[in-house]
């Protein structure tokens, strides 16, 4: 069997595994052309992932709702909300950051406690649930911000978390550009092709079928590479931001509890079958409690990277975050099935919806064109969903 | 044993009058009959009372034959979303589905195309028709959660108002046949003959229910008690049209409304569809194996909802005069699924009226136009309607878990 | 004749796994195929196929001379039974049975058809009719029925179809016995009207007596086509099972010998629930015997009741009147009795002259002396003449001193210090008993010496015991025979003392005569606790 063969045979049976990738590779070449190579610069790829951060966030949240056979049509304006909220705690009652953004958080996880009250006690189903939450954060949105309009937050500390870079390494001026970054790119990498290799021969000794030699090969440089290009681009710029070391601890961390954890193990049990998870002891309603809680948090979050990012609350903050996010999610490989998808997979849909805005604004494109085209892609991303899945099954 | 036997009979209590039983058994059939419409009346009258006493102007002629057209445009769109229920699924495109009917009607009426009315109306509902074949049609062919491919198109055709209307603005209507779907009011000799029509109609509906019941031998309502509902229904008529001619007259939706009830109900519960629709939605591995096209049923109830999506929106454009960027957005979309469930349509399928529809929308509008005259900001609206959504929706869950509990 | 149903070469495999294996088989009309296999074996995924709910994976299913690919084909023409029923469950029995094939009037198409719910209601009536099912009612929503009636509504569905093939998964084990009998009729009938039917069973009973032709299948591959009256139970089981014609192993025949045993619980069961029913026929009217028998009893207690107010009264009255008869007695007779005595003494004072009468008048007043003290003690007998002024205890001191004396049966006495005074009655009561006791002893008892004791048992129950020496209680003696013994005596005892809501004891002691022991409650009088 030759390289080619191999290759072909790879990438059909794991289309959906790589369909993201391709989507996100086409859309950046597509943008990159028809912007004269601006959308890959580094400002743009800097702007592109501290405007993808709160999608992501909120993508990582709707993926596990999605697993679990639900959705939450509500968390855009949810973060909307909370994050007026955090601006009033801010800027009316003056309270520190450090109080804000944990009682942001908690709130968040309790506004989506209530949620999944509603949807495991009273068993209403969740987009209708969710759909009055919409009407409710909106309203509760519009409440907040109607005495002062939009709220300005005249706090850098919570600013930076939308806006400012990490640190570079004082003296280290041997490379150019922003050394810390190019470390930890570097540091990634390493991790990578390490758990990877690991990985592999891991799945040999149990005799499990894994990816021919070479093709391996190529998917750790491919990988390697982009991460090198990518953490090159932006030290050339100002390093990473913040937003984007939160958004990547949180899909670490939700990376790890979803696939090494047994609470990740029984979220997907329940998404599989609910049935099936419910008889072999699994508490379903513990699980939705779980994963609604915790798609409040991340709401929580999301609207705190949004707020500080504009660096004010707005009327209209989180209008369609939840389109965005479940959009992403599927484009990250999530099933309208349940028990299918992973939080990586929706942090690389969050950036091909991340890439789609951002590269439509820079080329100018009217805000109807926009619409249409982020209805397309989620229903492309749905079709693909379908499609891929019926030929696996 | 003759001496027992006296004993026996007189330990027996006395029978109830012939009176009594005869009430105790219309109350029990009253109950039984409009039991999932008693909740939205008490709702009603809660609504009209709290209003009332807020602001003095709620419960007048004006403001009456006002909410019969404020809801006009809600209840159409919400006639068509019970039919996507009843099926177990949900249109989330209706808003600016009817949006888009309004805009493309808009720019057919106006000064390029200058179509005449019926023209422009009816390639209207062709698109809406089209629009609906194509939700359906991904939804069965990739079996797809109806929720995201409308939420899909949603997005998508709410950016198709927005590139229609482009630069305009707003376009005005001045075709004044559509005008007056919105703004003609019947004169009141056309009023009372309406009433009459309708009072012949309801009676000679219930007597043959009441001799089909006869006919199968079961034993249904007693002729006082259908003279009761008759007269009930008569005076609740009458009423209405009284009320409406004191102002400028029953309106002209109110008439659209009733027809497009009469035809939709007849096409859910009299047709071979309505069943249909009710069998896919109650088990629809039942209703595939009895061999009906489930797909194509699917399709159609998509089409439906866009049809009447897309009416709503030309009513909503003929009570405005015109049409604007705004169109379909706010709270139209959960207003008419609100005044669906409210009126007590199942979300989980197989369950609902549509005539309860027209109940549902009739209080999600007399709250839009209470507190419109309560002068609430828009945050409070959208709070107070988010938490209506909720409680109805508890409402269904609830009784759905009693009749779980039941079966 | 044109074959209806022909499948060739059919082959399902889901995945890796085969699951039919090259399957051909022909169907004619008016032509009943049984299919047995064991579970597993792939019936149920073959009648999928033909119904259409699956794609074959090679070969084909043709269904008179048109290839079938999906379901909405051909559903019109081919009838499928599932071993599990899916029905709309909010829709009720009559909708489900004519679901997809309503009767009605149709105006343009199919689906604007306005079903004609009387007419589906007499079709629905008449096949339920025929099935033997009289329990169901047509407006019942199918969520609120049980298995069995599901199974009977979907062979319903069959019915109503005007198919030409009818293809049946494993007629369930969820009907019963009489149904399953019912429904290999209805198949024959199926026969006759020219229908053809694919009939899957593992029960080797049903395919025997149903069908003309065995087709048999084992892990998805055809094994056997036999007439069905050419065929023998062994050869079918062996190629259900898989094994050689000549050994067939004990495995084997236990699985038949489990169906014919099966065969004959459902048929014993069948029989049971008969019996049962005769069973609760019969309890129901026992139960209605009992309810007249206790309205019999009701009554005769009521009877009884009655009856003890009357003698109650009528021993009130009959006291009454004995003692208004011993004051006649005592305040006329004895009076006059007296007084002419008294005119014979002044008679004999001035007729002393008079010989005769001297002589004769003091044996006249003898005898009126005589007379009065007679006459006082039939007044004592009537009224005890102690019980009024004296009380209880005087009067049974009185008594027994002249019954002493008279009958010369000597009577201990142990009366209760504190008896004090009571009621009228329970005193005369308490007094007649010991008189009719006493005179008991002395016509039966040949007894010497008699123990009579009142004493209060507690506060409020009086114990009355007459004790004697004599010789006890015959062996025949039986309370409830007293009157026909004639034992009046006893018999009055044991009437008072029920009537003052007491009981009576009567037995011998040992060693020694009978007792007779009366425990007869009482309210004390007011005064007499206060004096205590």
């Known amino acids: 069997m030759t390289f080619f063969q191999d290759l072909q045979r790879v990438l059909r049976q794991n289309v959906r595994e790589y369909g993201m990738f391709i989507a996100l590779f086409v859309i950046m070449a597509i943008f990159t052309v028809l912007t004269n190579g601006l959308f890959l610069s580094a400002r ?110 005249p706090n850098a500390a919570f600013n930076a978390i939308g806006n400012g870079y990490i640190p570079d390494i004082p003296g280290f001026d041997m490379i150019p550009g922003h050394a810390l ?74 990376s790890f509890i979803t696939t090494r954890t047994v609470l990740g193990r029984h979220i997907y049990a329940v998404g599989g079958n609910p049935e099936a ?34 660096q004010s609350a707005t009327t209209t903050a989180g209008t369609l975050f939840e389109l965005d996010a479940i959009a992403a999610a599927y484009v990250g490989g999530v099933s309208a099935a349940g028990g299918v998808g992973s939080v990586f997979g929706s942090l690389i849909g969050a950036l091909v919806m991340g890439s789609l805005t951002n590269g439509m604004n820079l080329m100018g494109v009217d805000i109807s064109v926009q619409y249409v085209a982020r209805g397309l892609v989620l229903v492309a991303a749905v079709i693909f969903d379908a499609t891929t899945r019926r030929r696996g099954g | 044993m003759s001496e027992s036997q006296k004993a026996s009979h007189s330990i027996q209590p006395a029978a109830p009058s012939v009176f009594g039983a005869e009430l105790r058994l219309w109350g029990q059939q009253l109950a039984a009959n409009y039991a999932d419409v008693l909740p939205l009346v008490i709702g009603l009258i809660v609504i009209a009372v709290i209003f009332q006493s807020q602001n003095q102007n709620f ?26 229920l009843l099926l177990g699924e949900l249109d989330l495109s209706v808003g600016y589905v009817s949006a ?56 998508a055709w709410n950016g198709v108002v927005l590139l229609i209307i482009g630069g305009n603005g707003t376009i005005l209507i001045q075709d004044p046949v559509v005008i007056g779907i919105a703004n003609y009011f019947l004169p009141p000799v056309w009023g009372w003959l309406l009433a009459a029509v309708i009072v012949v109609a309801v009676a000679i509906r219930y007597f043959q229910e009441k001799r089909a019941w006869a006919q199968r031998n079961i034993p249904g309502a007693s002729f006082s008690m259908l003279l009761a509902q008759l007269g009930l229904w008569a005076v609740l008529i009458c009423g209405i049209v009284y009320i409406a001619n004191r102002d400028r007259g029953v309106p002209m939706v109110g008439v659209i409304l009733l027809l497009l009830l009469v035809v939709l109900s007849f096409l859910a519960n009299h047709t071979a569809f309505g069943r249909y629709v009710y069998a896919v939605g109650g088990n629809q591995n039942a209703a595939y194996r009895a061999g009906i096209p489930v797909g194509r049923i699917r399709v159609t109830v998509f089409m439906i909802s866009s049809i009447m999506a897309s009416l709503g929106g030309i009513i909503l454009a003929a009570r405005l005069r015109s049409v604007d960027t705004a169109a379909g957005s706010g709270n139209l979309l959960f207003n008419s699924i609100a005044a669906a469930v409210i009126g007590g349509t199942s979300l989980f399928g197989g369950r609902g009226r549509v005539s309860s529809a027209g109940l549902g929308a009739l209080m999600i509008a007399g709250m839009e136009n209470g507190m419109g005259l309560l002068g609430l900001s828009p945050g409070l609206k959208f709070l107070i309607t988010g938490l209506v959504l909720l409680v109805a929706v508890l409402v269904d869950a609830g009784m759905r878990r009693k009749r779980l509990g039941q079966g | 004749m044109e074959p209806l149903l022909t499948i060739t070469n059919l082959t399902k495999r889901f995945g890796t796994l085969t699951v039919l294996d090259q399957i051909n088989l022909t169907l004619y009309p008016g032509e009943v195929v049984g299919l047995a296999g064991r579970s597993g074996s792939g019936k149920s995924v073959l009648t999928k196929l ?27 023409d081919i009838a499928v039974i599932y071993q599990e029923p899916e029905l709309a469950e909010n829709l009720d029995v009559t909708e489900n049975i004519f679901l997809g094939n309503e009767i009605g009037w149709s105006p343009l198409s199919r689906w604007l058809l306005v079903p004609n719910r009387r007419r589906m209601d007499e079709a629905a009536a008449y096949m339920m009719q025929e099935l033997g099912v009289y329990e169901v009612a047509l407006h019942e929503k199918a969520a609120n029925l049980s298995g069995e009636q599901r199974q009977l509504i979907a062979i319903a569905q069959a019915m109503a179809k005007p ?145 003890q107010a009357a003698q109650l009264r009528l021993l009130t009255e009959r006291e009454a009147e004995r003692k208004h008869l011993a004051r006649e007695l005592h305040d006329e007779v004895i ?20 010989p005769v009468l001297r002589q004769q008048l003091p044996y006249i007043r003898a005898d009126i002396r005589m007379l009065i003290e007679d006459i006082r003690r039939i007044c004592g007998d009537l009224r005890p003449p102690t019980i009024d002024s004296l009380g209880l205890g005087a009067a049974i001191q009185s008594y027994s001193a002249e019954w002493m004396g008279r009958t010369g049966i000597h009577v201990n006495l142990d009366l209760d210090a504190n008896l004090g005074r009571l009621p009228e009655m329970i005193e005369l009561a308490i007094f007649r008993i010991v008189q009719e006791g006493l005179s008991n002893v002395r016509k039966h008892a040949e007894a010497t010496t008699v123990d009579i004791s009142l004493k209060h048992t507690s506060q409020r129950m009086l114990m009355i015991s007459i004790a004697d020496n004599g010789g006890g209680l015959p062996q025949s003696f039986d309370p409830s025979k007293l009157s026909a013994a004639g034992h009046y005596g006893l018999l009055g005892i044991s009437e008072r003392v029920a009537l003052m809501g007491g009981h009576l004891k009567v037995q011998n002691q040992p060693f020694r005569g009978a007792i007779l022991r009366a425990e007869i409650a009482h309210p004390r009088v007011k005064a007499v606790i206060d004096a205590d």
Request: charged residues 15%; glycine residues 6%; proline residues 2%.
């Open chain 1, 44 to 153: 743009n790829i800097s702007n592109l992932i501290n405007q993808t951060g709160y999608i992501a966030v909120l993508a990582v949240g709707m993926t596990l709702v999605i697993v679990i056979r639900h959705i939450d049509l509500s968390v855009g304006f949810l973060a909307g909300f909370l994050g007026a909220i955090a601006a009033i705690a801010l800027v009316q009652w003056s309270f520190p950051v450090v109080a804000v953004i944990p009682m942001v958080l908690v709130l968040g996880i309790f506004t989506g406690l209530i949620t999944a009250f509603l949807v495991a006690y009273f068993g209403i189903p969740a987009f209708v649930a969710t759909l009055a939450g919409w009407l409710i954060y909106r309203g509760l949105l519009l409440q907040a911000t109607m005495s002062t309009g939009t709220i300005i937050i």
């Open chain 1, 181 to 254: 970054t190019l470390i930890l790119g570097i540091i990634a990498i390493v991790i990578y092709i390490v758990s990877e290799i690991n990985a592999r021969r891991k799945k040999q000794t149990y005799d499990f079928e894994v990816l021919p030699r070479d093709i391996f090969i190529l998917k750790l440089a491919f990988i390697a590479v982009v991460i090198g290009l990518v953490t090159w681009v932006l030290s050339g710029y100002n390093g990473l931001s913040w937003t984007a070391i939160i958004v990547l601890l949180v899909v670490g961390i939700y």
């Open chain 1, 277 to 310: 998870a419910e008889l072999s002891g699994i508490s379903v309603k513990r699980i939705t409690y779980v994963v609604f809680g915790s798609m409040g948090l991340l709401s929580a979050l999301s609207g705190i990277l949004f707020t500080s990012r504009l």
């Open chain 2, 59 to 84: 419960l007048t002629a004006r403001n009456f034959v006002n909410l019969i057209v404020q809801m006009a445009g809600i209840c159409t769109i919400a006639y068509g979303v019970v039919f996507v």
């Open chain 2, 100 to 155: 888009v009917a309004a805009v493309s009607m808009a720019l057919l009426l106006r000064d390029p195309m200058s179509w005449p009315w019926y023209a422009a109306i009816a390639l209207v509902l062709l698109i809406a028709a089209g629009i609906g074949l194509l939700h359906g049609v991904i939804i069965t062919t990739f079996q797809i959660p109806s929720v995201i491919v409308t939420l899909a198109s949603l997005l």
């Open chain 3, 50 to 76: 033909i119904a259409g709910l699956y794609a074959p994976t090679e070969g084909e299913i043709a269904f008179a001379d048109k290839r079938l690919r999906r379901p909405t084909l051909h559903y019109a």
């Open chain 3, 163 to 307: 198919a030409q093939l009818v293809v049946i998964d494993e007629l369930a084990a969820a009907l019963r016995y009489d149904y399953q009998q019912q429904f290999l009729r209805l198949i024959q009938n199926w026969q006759r009207q020219g229908r053809a039917v694919l009939f899957c069973s593992r029960n080797l009973e049903h395919l025997m007596a149903a069908t003309d032709r065995i087709v048999t299948i084992n892990h998805g591959r055809q094994v056997g086509n036999h007439r069905t009256d050419e065929v023998n139970r062994e050869q079918i089981v062996a190629e259900m099972v898989g094994a050689g014609r000549n050994h067939l192993s004990p495995a084997a025949w236990a699985l038949d010998s489990y169906y014919r045993v099966r065969e004959q619980a459902e048929k014993l069961l069948f029989r049971q629930t008969l019996l049962e029913k005769d069973l609760v026929a019969q309890d129901t009217l026992n139960r209605q015997l009992l309810e007249q028998l206790n309205a019999q009893v009701t009554a005769l207690d009521r009877v009884n009741n009655a009856l």
């Open chain 3, 335 to 354: 009076q006059d009795l007296l007084s002419v005595n008294y005119e014979l003494e002044d008679m004999e004072i001035q007729l002393a002259d008079v």
